[in-house]
């Protein structure tokens, strides 16, 4: 907290109107440009977002506490998409036959400030519609940065424009004008519900309603069975559980084992914990960063007290650099053993994963519970016996399932992400 990134001046209420106003004049230009030549400008800032990796890597590590691999993957993510909707849109789409909406809002979460931002706006950009960019309020230089990069790739200052500010003063602002004609959000459950009711029955001049594209979170779960191999169930549920300090929507939140396993499965994965180092992501040697800020590190602090004080089995462990620690807002990669997935109430938004024993005559209740929680983005089995894959995907409510390996990362072109339920409005 001693480093100082840069500043950030907050759009106003004027601001907001001022960029619809731009928004609607840029629309019918923007409309009209060939497919062929929205999509070069795409390629053209993916090009230089892989030119200027090394500065984007430095403020995303330094804004948005991102360990040097997952800024590389950042970047790179954001590359993807950019190089993707161009090429859709180059390949099929014509302006006769695909019309833009209009004016598209696009609300991007903390967790990925440059990848999600820059998808949600490529993918409006590319298929015609000016873009109205609102980023975390907890990283908007990094926001900040891609559209310059738009900018200078040759997409007209009108039809993407940023604008910084809280959710409840500029979001609410765009997302309850009657000029904007679709919404692109990614963030929380409660904050999707909002935006749903505000554009609930808008139709636009063609008397469509005004879609609304909503990536939340997940109360993922991954089922291990006692055929699966320990060591590479452990590796993979370390990296799912605490890469990006569990700071994915993707990010495994609930291991269930099988309980002839379970002893052997939490004694290495206590030792595979305990070789993690958290401290300042700006060292190579650390694989734990800190989590976003001071209300996320107090949330998650109080849920893994809440279950200390109830009597469960809570272990932590990890190496640190303590210099590191006081001046940041650290939580330590955490175990707690739940004695059923009902226990937990919502999703924790960090380094912390739960466990639970199964029996294995009990798989269908069990898979009855994780469906229960309403939530359904990712999920993983891991096993060798085909029968239990089969089984488990075909009862998954999920829009991504993992068989033998980790939960998280998605590759844009290949694994379509989004999820049902609680977790949003599908695969995107």
Not at 269 to 288: I, S, T
Request: glycine content about 10%.
């Amino acid at each position: 907290h001693t480093d100082v990134v840069g500043q950030v001046q907050e759009a106003t209420t004027a601001d907001v109107d001022q960029a619809l106003v731009h928004a609607v004049a840029a629309a019918a230009n923007w409309a009209a440009t060939p497919p062929a030549e929205r999509a070069a400008a795409l390629q053209r800032a993916a090009d230089l977002l892989e030119a200027r990796m090394l500065p984007l890597m430095g403020l995303l590590m330094r804004e948005a506490g991102k360990s040097a691999s997952n800024a590389v993957a950042e970047v790179r993510e954001a590359v993807d998409f950019l190089r993707y909707y161009a090429a859709q849109v180059h390949q099929h789409f014509d302006n006769n036959t695909h019309i833009p909406l209009g004016p598209v809002v696009c609300i991007s979460p903390w967790n990925f400030p440059l990848a999600i931002f820059m998808g949600q706006v490529a993918a409006a950009l590319a298929a015609g519609n000016p873009a109205l960019a609102k980023p975390a309020e907890q990283t908007p230089l990094i926001a900040a940065e891609a559209v310059r990069i738009l900018w200078q790739a040759g997409v007209p200052r009108g039809a993407v424009q940023l604008l910084p500010g809280q959710g409840e003063t500029v979001g609410a602002r765009l997302i309850s004008d009657a000029r904007v004609m679709g919404v692109m959000f990614t963030g929380s459950t409660e904050v999707a519900r909002i935006l749903q009711r505000t554009v609930a029955g808008r139709l636009d001049a063609a008397g469509r309603p005004i879609p609304l594209i909503a990536e939340t979170g997940g109360q993922n779960a991954m089922i291990v069975d006692s055929s699966a191999l320990v060591e590479q169930v452990v590796t993979d549920a370390v990296a799912s559980a605490f890469d990006s300090a569990g700071q994915r929507c993707s990010a495994l939140r609930v291991l269930c084992v099988q309980e002839e396993a379970a002893n052997r499965v939490v004694q290495m994965l206590q030792g595979a914990m305990g070789e993690l180092r958290m401290g300042n992501p700006g060292a190579l040697r650390v694989d734990v960063g800190p989590v976003i800020d001071a209300e996320a590190q107090d949330g998650i602090t109080a849920h893994i007290q809440k279950f200390q004080a109830s009597g469960h089995r809570v272990f932590q462990q990890c190496r640190s650099d303590d210099s590191d620690i006081a001046q940041g807002t650290f939580v330590p990669p955490t175990l707690i053993e739940l004695n059923h997935i009902g226990e937990l109430q919502r999703e924790v938004f960090g380094p912390v994963l739960h466990l639970v024993r199964y029996a294995r005559n009990d798989l269908d209740k069990l898979l009855d519970q994780i469906n229960a929680t309403g939530y359904g983005l990712t999920q993983g089995v891991h096993t060798r016996i085909d029968e239990t894959i089969a089984r488990v995907v075909s009862r998954a409510h999920a829009g991504n399932v993992y068989v033998n390996r980790n939960m998280v990362g998605a590759v844009v072109g290949v694994q379509p992400f989004g999820g049902e339920g609680l977790s949003g409005t599908g695969p995107k």
